[in-house]
């Protein structure tokens, strides 16, 4: 369980003065990682994020800021990923955290040298974080999976199964690109409402799904286990996922071998990747599991992961339309979920990938699922909010959306909070859906 320590603490600032701002997502407490490149040729490398700055590690560790373990992680993130930097395992990468951390907090004797590698963000391009070995996308939520198994199974919403094991499906990785990506409108096979036949065409049930996505940093050797009590040594960090999703196609495809083109077109992740080590502060008990519920299975139990397996990120999903744009009016927030209502905890996932011996490996992203909370302002998704498209979304300007429409620029953004402790956020994830193609 990773411990809270002198990189946590409230009372820490800044030289970097926009770290400090109450409004930062990126304040001296978070120091998430990401893959950025200057307009000098230079190639892609890792660096830190710190206020509107990005700490360039390759340069930190040639001016001879880090010393042992932390020059090590900071030697490994002279890359084009990030995967070289989570292969090393939590004691380098706490070793650079805590070594970031003094450099760059007021009073540090050698400000002046690491203000030298420090890059603007507006004057840096991100790419993506992460080289993505494979993707698996897991269904952690109770309240998606009742609301979505409503809309076809009104009798039986949950399956039987939900709470005894976290389900999951196998993704693909190459569709899965940086925020910012546009969405193009994907194209399949559909069955309308009604019809004997299906029909092919642009999907008219765009969606969205707020997840929250896992990378795995040190994985297992196939035939082998991770135990749930040391799977958080196993997570490098979490990062916001759009699982872009065609209701209409993967409502047709799906049975019985589960989502394949409805999703398969394009996956988001967020630039920077909050560590798991920065989000000590916001763990929290997993939720009551409910009276009914059967008793969890040993490999999916401890007293630490129900104590503080959740992880308390507060979750807003914004709208902008062509037309909010034109007439200059700001994103609307349609929805809040709360990271920290998962029914399955991030934890159990990994353990429950690997019961079987399964391998998981650096670079693995597992997304949590669509991201639901108990009450109608923290649907995670369109499906859920407008009732699959009956109970259309009211935007402020009027307009309405019961799926995404072409021109809709979608923004996920996320911060944890808790009483005596630095807020920290995750930066966004966006994207802009587009026609499709003919
Ligand atoms: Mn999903």
Redesign the pocket.
Known sequence: MTALNETHAPGLRSWVPAANLPGSDFPIQNLPFGIFQTADGQPPRGGVAIGDQIFDLGHGASSGLFDAAAQQAALAACADSLNPLMALGQRAQSALRLALSRLLQEGSAQEAAARGCLVPMRAATLHMPVRISNYT?F?TSIYHATNSGRQARPDNPLFSNFKSIPTAYHGRASSIRLSGTPCVRPKGQTLPKGAKDPVFGASRKLDF?F?IGAYIGVGNALGDAIPLANADEHLFGLCLFN?W?ARDIQSWETQPLG?FQG?NFLSSVSPWVVTLEALAPFRAPAPDRGADAPPLLPHLHTEADRAQGALDLRMDVLIQTEAMRRDGLAPHVITSPRFADQYWTTFQAIAHHTVNGCNLETGDLL?S??VSGPRESELGCLKELTVDGTQPVRLPNGEQRAYLEDGDDVIFRARCEREGFATIGFGECTGRVVPAKN
């Open positions: 996308d269904f799904e997840e699982d999703s989502p999703k997304g699922g669509t």
